[in-house]
Every structure is written in structure tokens, then in C-alpha cells.
């Protein structure tokens, strides 16, 4: 699976660096850097909640 950011609805709320720091890194003004695309099965929980958990709907999960 794949990390994908909708860059027309991150309003950079910088929720999912925190919650998804193996793929997301907060730029500092809140937006994410993409670290890596891939998530890795380990850290697919932290993915969902990542996505579950952003105000913009802006993270999604893709295969
Ligand atoms: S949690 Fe959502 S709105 Fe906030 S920075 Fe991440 S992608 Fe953007």
C-alpha cells in the first residue's frame, strides 16, 4: 500500500507526521513531506489511523 496526500484539501492541520512519522515528516508550517510512498505492512495501522484521524480527509490509503 501507498501513502497519497490531496494536496487541494491539506489545510496542514500536522496531524499525520505525528501519527505516520515512518512516511510522513512535518515541514514545519504543518504540511507533510512526503518521506517515503510505500508503506511498509508494519506500520499499516499507523497509516489508518493517519487517515482516519485527518480533518481535511486529505490522506488516503491506495494499493
Ligand atoms: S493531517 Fe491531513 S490536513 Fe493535516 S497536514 Fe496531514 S494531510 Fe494535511
Known amino acids: 500500500m501507498r501513502i497519497e496526500v490531496d494536496w487541494t484539501r491539506c489545510d ?12 510522513l515528516e512535518n515541514d514545519g508550517d504543518g504540511f507533510p513531506l512526503v518521506r517515503r510512498r510505500e508503506v511498509a505492512d508494519a506500520d499499516l495501522r499507523h497509516a489508518r489511523r493517519a487517515v482516519a ?8 490509503l491506495e494499493p
Open 53 to 60: 484521524a485527518c480533518p481535511a480527509l486529505a490522506l488516503r
Open 12 to 23: 496542514g492541520h500536522g496531524l499525520c507526521g505525528l501519527l505516520l512519522p515512518e512516511n
